[in-house]
């Protein structure tokens, strides 16, 4: 056990109320063992002698965030396109560049993501881009956890990559799920209802079912997204999302913005 002492800070505890108060944490089971006076040295689960001592005077102590839906390499990205509707932004702008970045910048640009989240507080993020085994070594060195998964566009893609594509989510869930000892897991993410045809999206939602692995992706983000669904179906994204067998209540999805 690596006993950690947190001193000074202001507690947020379970019932929403806040009070300065001591903590002990044992840093290698990710466990509170004690808050308030059960916190002091020898006292209830505290250790005698804690191994580290950390002064939180004027913070505020809480769980660590988590952040549900990130690109973390595009930390690097920030800024370089602004003010334009979604569609194209994408299109014209952030694909292109995507389409340029090597695995070196990915893990670079994860890497800076995670320095950023642990800044902040957050210590847990799902996250949906390339090269996700390098995204998961940053993971590892960081000591965060994480949610990962190959994101899937198959618009604009010949019938072969298009499926090679969908394979590669599933087979990145498969083989990064359990990895950063337990810290990293796992889900097939398709990029949204309207970047990935309906077929592949059945097959790849079906072959996470056998995998084990939850199903992630953009749902109800811009107008544009939702119309078409709606006018080609005649249901809205979640319903479809339903249809697809992609709702299941380890499933979750991002932005929810156009909801009914």
Same mark, same amino acid.
């Given at each position: ?30 466990? !509170? ?28 102590? !809480? ?42 910048? !990915? ?11 642990i800044r902040s507080g957050t210590t847990a ?65 398709? +990029? ?36 078409? !669904? ?27 913005? +156009?909801?009914?």
């Amino acid at each position: 056990m690596n006993a950690l002492r947190v001193t000074g800070g202001r507690v947020l505890r379970p019932d929403g109320s806040v009070t300065v108060a001591d903590v002990t944490i044992d840093s290698d089971a990710g466990r !509170i063992l004690a808050v308030g006076d059960d916190a002091a040295p020898g006292a209830g689960d505290a250790p005698a002698a804690p191994d580290e001592t950390l002064d939180a005077e004027g913070s505020l102590v !809480i769980p660590g965030l988590v952040n549900a839906h990130t690109h973390a390499a595009m930390t690097l990205l920030r800024g370089y396109a602004d003010d334009k509707p979604l569609d194209a932004w994408l299109r014209e702008d952030i694909w292109p560049a995507e389409a340029e970045l090597t695995d070196d910048d !990915i893990e670079a640009g994860a890497a800076l993501g995670a320095l950023e989240m642990i800044r902040s507080g957050t210590t847990a993020f799902a996250d949906m881009y390339f090269a996700m085994d390098r995204v998961a070594e940053v993971v590892d060195r960081a000591g965060l956890r994480a949610r990962l998964g190959h994101g899937v566009v198959t618009v604009g893609k010949g019938e072969a990559d298009a499926r090679a594509d969908v394979e590669e989510s599933i087979a990145v869930a498969r083989e990064l799920d359990g990895a950063a000892d337990g810290r990293i897991r796992t889900a097939f993410m398709p +990029h949204s209802l309207t970047t990935v045809g309906e077929e592949l999206l059945r097959e790849g939602v079906a072959a996470a079912r056998e995998a084990g692995v939850p199903v992630h992706l953009h749902a109800n983000e811009t107008v544009d997204e939702v119309d078409p !669904i709606v006018d080609e179906r005649g249901e809205r994204p979640v319903a479809y999302a339903a249809d697809l067998d992609a709702l299941g209540p380890d499933d979750f999805f991002a932005h929810g913005v +156009h909801l009914d």
